[in-house]
């Protein structure tokens, strides 16, 4: 055990809206989050642009915004080709808060985008997505005690597609082995800083967020139960942490009923804006040089840059036409008689660093319950899939059982994080 003065705990839940922690904690649900609601300060937090879970976590973990980690999504393509990448942990253009000097010893548990683990002053468990325990797993030493306790990354979402009910148990089985593994490493690693991340709440608003909004779904007492163990465990946390030491709850980005999916690709195809050398396209490899624009999930807008991309087209001096040219598109867009997007981002507006070059040109923004999403072989521009809920980028939350708002920018948003512990650390003690 720890004989620190100023440890600082972080409890993650992937996927969290602001108002579905108000709701459950008001509703008695989740008791022990509301108490830590009534002893601190708990805002709607903004999350990174676009709000995915791998770009978000980026950013709270370095506190610094995509155009400086270097993160946009779960893919990117590689520079001067059309060649898919998946951007793991060693990507990251920014190192996390641990390895920042004088932090101390870090315990880290299944944080988003932190596989392959690697050496850190402490203990890492790398989060999704990661390919295997034994390389998301820093010191080794610890793999064979991750096994016993029959220790699961993710959830196995194809269950989702199979049956409800197996999920549902997998998500059990999946929280417990965490919650086996955050009690033990408490009590036998000395550390300063402990984070542990719920992802298991992420799947569950895809799967079933229409059993949360319907309090007559077979499955609405399962999403709830889900939550109330998780609150059980937040309870307990609080509890093994001294009044004036910080816990921090937080989500990534929020979650809404999914209406309708919208296959941006599609709809740049059919505007003679993307074309393919092979029809259905194997790849992003197959892309025709007389391509303009193309997307990436869910609504990144890159255009064709001469010089950028293979046989890329658009001069430098049309850029602006085109963007007027796929604006108007984008905006004449419509889902159910009412615009499918809501704010279309550009590059220059939201992003800056020294990784602005790889930034997407545009980011779609879509109106509530809309998702967009980046297929190549979509043969429709609007669908619908298993997933009943869909991320939302205003309503992620912040949450601490720390008093003094004057430690909190006015909006809070996800690259706040790490400014917000240190001056926490820096107020400890003297409170
Ligand atoms: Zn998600």
Known sequence: MTNSSNRVVIIGLDGMPYRLMKDLAESGVMRHTKAIIDEGLFRPMQSSIP??????????????????????????????????????????????FWQHDGIGRSVIINVPFTFPAYRL????????VALDLERATYPPSLIPKLKEMDYQIDVDSSRGHQSMDLFLADLDKTLHARIAAYQYLWDKEDWQTFMLVFTGTDRLGHFLWDAYEDKAHQYHAA????????DEVIGEIRGRMGDDEPVILISDHGMELS????????????????KFKNNPPRSLADIDPGTRAFALDPGRIYISEKGKYPEGRVNPEDR????????????????????????????????????????????????????????????????????????????????????SADILPDEICVSDIVGIMAKMRETQGKR
Not at 59 to 75: E, R
Not at 121 to 128: A, E, T
Not at 330 to 352: H, N, Q, T, W
């Open 121 to 128: 002053d402490g203990v890492l468990i790398s989060g999704f």
């Open 259 to 274: 209406e309708a999916d919208v296959q941006v690709n599609f709809l740049l195809k059919e505007q003679g804006f993307l």
């Open 51 to 96: 709000e995915i879970s791998s770009v978000s976590w980026a950013s709270i973990i370095t506190g610094a915004a995509p155009g400086y980690h270097g993160i946009y999504g779960f893919t990117d393509v590689h520079p001067g080709t059309y060649r898919m990448c998946f951007p793991n942990y060693n990507d990251l253009k920014m190192p996390p």
């Open 223 to 230: 999403f709830l139960d889900h939550l109330r163990q998780i």
């Open 320 to 403: 602006a036409i085109l963007i007027d040219e796929l604006k108007s598109c984008f905006e004449s867009l419509s889902a159910d008689g009412k615009k499918a997007v809501e704010r279309i981002y550009l590059k220059e507006e939201i992003y800056e660093g020294p990784q602005f070059d790889n930034a997407p040109d545009m980011v779609l923004m879509s109106r509530q319950g809309i998702n967009f999403k980046a297929g190549l072989r979509a043969t429709e521009l609007y669908g619908k899939g298993v997933f009943t809920g869909k991320h939302t980028q205003p309503d992620a939350f912040f949450l601490t059982s720390y008093p």
